[in-house]
């Protein structure tokens, strides 16, 4: 498995994450021109508790472009590079995992969250010496999709209203300079709410003819046995205290959501609060999760790294 | 004037911005048990920039009964004592502003918000002899209620959906624990969500019989002079990332609300950011301006301590 | 083993690490008045990620005093109660293993860092039918006594001048009122740089009698596989910008101290930064340290409850 | 007067103390590439409370470089530029008063507080048609050793051990990332430790020649009625607990530093904490107060516009 963006924050987040993985190794990782020539322990500056895990800190820093040494590749690139560059992969013949959003609303690109719409993988089509590319959704989007799924499932959902409030790690590094957020609320992420609004219609929507398996929440995903896939992916507590991000965003390793304060509301039927871990379950977690199912179902039959 | 609570927060806040005050003049406070024959200056822990105002420091603070030597009192004392106390000074023949939670829904006393509704001034029966309560919202619902009047006014208001992130001043002091609210979010205020839908609909609602003032928004407020009104209660930012609480929470002297993000909205039509300062515009400058508005109206006439 | 004042901040940190512990299993919980005759389930606020260990939470919660069911007693009770509390405990035949300050300067009581001045167990005053107290030091102190112990130990030394900044939880529940430390800082701690300086000095110095093992840094502490025991106490780092405490307070599971920035200084020969994590190995893992090095050094025998 | 670097964090904070100045004007504003072209209201994102100075905002922004339309400048530029544009402006024939630290260790360049060497005026060699450098020292400097310039008039300093806790506005925009500060301490700052003691033995050194001035402590200061000089320069609390920042920084308008916990040492004879206002006192203020002991020494002569 090579990693695309590997020195960035979700890229450190989904080296931690992989290793000790029992099916998915690291074999090559991939970054922009300041980091090549370098080793990964040299490239990086690690900004995770901890250091750089040490199967990686002498691989060499490659630039991310095939042909790369795996089979499959994990991008979490910046938004202003991802789209060519994952394209040129897939069409490589690679499978394409990602957590960038340029291709997240593509056709044949599943915006995929396994419990919740598993079946959209029907989207991929399938060509000889073709790769394909699959996506996560924004971090705000998978909790707000895992949320709604169960409701939209059993009672339908006509409408809702989500204010959200943001971990700052959402921006990456550097992201947002802490003059402007120390003691201070910033209204405005660029594209967010864009994001939130096209991305869930799509999670929670059904494939055409893509049979029996594109419903949400009837996939019987306990049953793979998904490593990252969490015990319970949606908790639900009933202090009125809680969720909070201190004490509930690692629920479940980072890949469970929390729900609390549901109530009766007397304009939109019911409200709730929901929390999830912005870099694990929004983002590093997702894409590895979708790695897992991607494998479970053989649709990287023969493409994992073995070692 | 007395000001009941003088040496908690809001009181602190009130004698802060009663310094100097062209008009209102503090010659008594009053506060619990623990500060009983202490001068002001050693009961009082500060807790703003700077120190006890120099006039004050030798006032003896007094239990919280009437007499009082003051014409009328402002009260800030907390939610648990504030009610017979309350009661108490008005009996007494006082006239009493307070910020406590404890009369805002009884029959004859006004929920007063100036620029809002000035005409439910016409709720207070005026009985000789008698003082009478005039109370201002919580701190959340009197930025909601100034934001919502004007739509109200000109288009009519059918459901609103509000969610609030609050500045830890609100709790009072303690308040909330720091290690309970350090790198967290605390989805819960008791009592904070029906506060703010009873507050509303009764600042938002017509007097019966209150006549012809009793309209919001129609009250020619800024012909009266008050020293403690902004010039401009509702700032409009046009900037994608604004209102932001550290840039925005001292317009008006902290009196000012801002709006930001007005967005057409697919389930209710419309959306927006308020922001407004929580201990001025939403507690202590919120009781002095009502002070300034019965002052002006004449509600206080022969009341004011003249110096 | 029993817990005193089991419900509070390091009570809950002794209970959650202790959870699993192969080793010392709790059998009691004790608190204070308020918590008595409820479950600890009930009684406890559980102010950490994750839930009450499952294994306590229909345990009732019993006064803190004699007899217990447990043979031997972690204190973590707040310090206006702890003495006379510890003193009966030991008095009744119990082994007591304080974090707190009561009896941290007594004679007989060793103010015990396993890594430091395991010899200092040879104050213990060893009589039929009693107990005894054995403390761990100040939070602070167990660091600066950490990283001076190798210095005093080859070099000798003379002095030092120390800067602290504390984590807000070294003020237990409810602690510091975040209107208090938000955006500031507090440059006094009650007593704080009374403790550094005397326990420093105890804990430093030798024990009169106490034979070949009263040095620091002499104890052979790795052959003895203490279970919480870091593999490496002290990590040096050479990054200019390390210690970080979001980086590096966990390192050996927030038992391991990290120091960095080593240099020549002018006024005092050399100068260093220290880091560790305040609740781990400056409080609950440093008790259930001492426990664990009672136990293997037979000061338990007989007395650790076995499962 | 001309502002060099208009637009950045300590640029903005001399644009709103200059606001209403009655003495100096602001007449030009100068910043990089980036910003010319474009009025100071189209260039400068502001990021304090409030809006740019009405006056300003129709000003075109212009390059560095003389001429300038201005008799003096005051510089904030970024450290990697301002070394060879301030001496281009002097050469020019401007006065240049300057917060960066390119010129401050220059031999005729005054690395000056008014309060504590003014007499470091007489390093300034003044020669027809050419300017001069005056430089403030770095934000920590300015609070050592206006603290410690009293204890060194009067009593000698022989040595000191100083520990910083620095406001990230030190580091100007954007400064530090917010992922690397929250729940964080970083014990680095580039060059920091170097430019204090240099700095510090520099100001509080005598001028070889400088005749009877040149002693710290000894000048009139206050006879000179400078408008942004504080009252009381330093002030001395006895509460245990300060100086704390929220509650000390804009004591004196941001220009006066608190000292507190003035006690025994047995390592160094005293302690005590300082606090002073990071972007006031040790930057924008400072530089401010600079020119306007110029202006009343005489060494702008025919020079400050007039309006």
């Not at 895990?53 to 472009?65: D, I, K, N, T, Y």
């Not at 490589?92 to 044949?108: C, E, F, K, T, W």
Request: aromatic share 4%.
């Amino acid at each position: 498995m090579g990693i695309l963006g590997a020195t960035g924050t979700v890229g450190q987040r989904l080296v931690a994450m992989l290793e000790g993985h029992p099916q998915l190794v690291v074999t090559a990782v991939a970054a922009s021109d300041r980091s090549q020539g370098k080793t990964f322990g040299e490239a990086c500056v690690w900004r995770l508790p901890g250091n750089v895990p040490s199967a990686l800190r002498a691989l060499q820093v490659r630039p991310p472009e095939p042909p790369l040494d795996c089979d499959i590749v994990l991008s979490s690139l910046p938004a202003d590079t991802a789209g060519p560059v994952e394209a040129q992969f897939a069409a490589a013949g690679y499978p394409v995992i990602s957590n960038s959003s340029s291709h997240r609303m593509d056709d044949d690109v599943p915006l995929l969250i396994p419990e919740v719409n598993a079946g959209h993988l029907a989207m991929i089509a399938r060509r000889s010496g073709r790769g394909f590319i699959v996506t996560n959704p924004n971090c705000s989007t998978i909790m707000i999709a895992l949320a709604l799924a169960p409701l939209q499932s059993r009672f339908g959902v006509e409408a809702g209203v989500v204010t959200t409030m943001q971990a700052i790690s959402g921006a990456g590094y550097p992201g947002v300079a802490s003059l402007d957020i120390t003691d201070n609320v910033v209204p405005y992420i660029a594209s967010e709410e864009e994001k939130i609004e096209r991305e869930t219609l799509k999670i929670l929507g059904r494939v055409d003819g893509g049979g029996a398996r594109g419903r949400p929440a009837e996939f019987p995903l306990s049953e793979l046995g998904l490593h990252t896939a969490p015990l319970c992916p949606i908790l639900v507590r009933d202090e009125p205290d809680r969720p909070q991000p201190r004490l509930d965003r690692d629920a479940g390793g980072g890949m469970s959501i929390t729900i609390g304060r549901i109530a009766r509301d007397r304009v939109l039927s019911h409200r709730f609060v929901a929390l999830s871990h912005n870099t694990i379950r929004g983002a590093a977690g997702a894409a590895i999760l979708n790695a897992e199912l991607l494998a479970a179902e053989g649709y990287l039959s023969g493409m994992i790294n073995e070692q």
